[in-house]
Nanobody, 112 residues
Framework: VQLVESGGGLVQPGGSLRLSCVASGFSVRPYVMKWYRQSPGKEREWIAGIAGAGGGTTYADSVKGRFTISRDNTKNTVYLQMNSLKPEDTAVYYC??????WGQGTQVTVSS
């Protein structure tokens, strides 16, 4: 099982990024998939999740209305579209399968 995140980088406040999480060794189709983030000196926090069957989504209040989680089962990939980014969104972003496997993370820095 492997999860590989990509798409992070440096973006100005108000900008957008799309993160990708490519899964291998299993099919994402039946699993709840989640995004977390961790800022320096803070605990890792859950920010978004997407269900397997049906694809229902949930979000932390801090990102609701700005971030969108989605999945493409044909590409075995989960995405996080991030809009209206703020400096406080700066963090390492992690993909997670349900409550077990983690990816290695991708850095997002929001700064002018």
């Amino acid at each position: 099982v492997q999860l590989v995140e990509s798409g992070g980088g440096l973006v100005q406040p108000g900008g957008s990024l799309r993160l990708s999480c490519v899964a291998s060794g299993f099919s994402v189709r039946p699993y709840v998939m989640k995004w977390y983030r961790q800022s320096p000196g803070k605990e890792r926090e859950w920010i978004a999740g997407i269900a397997g069957a049906g694809g229902g989504t949930t979000y932390a209040d801090s990102v609701k209305g700005r971030f969108t989680i989605s999945r493409d089962n044909t590409k075995n990939t989960v995405y996080l579209q991030m809009n209206s980014l703020k400096p406080e969104d700066t963090a390492v972003y992690y993909c997670r399968r349900s409550d077990d496997y983690w990816g290695q993370g991708t850095q997002v820095t929001v700064s002018s």
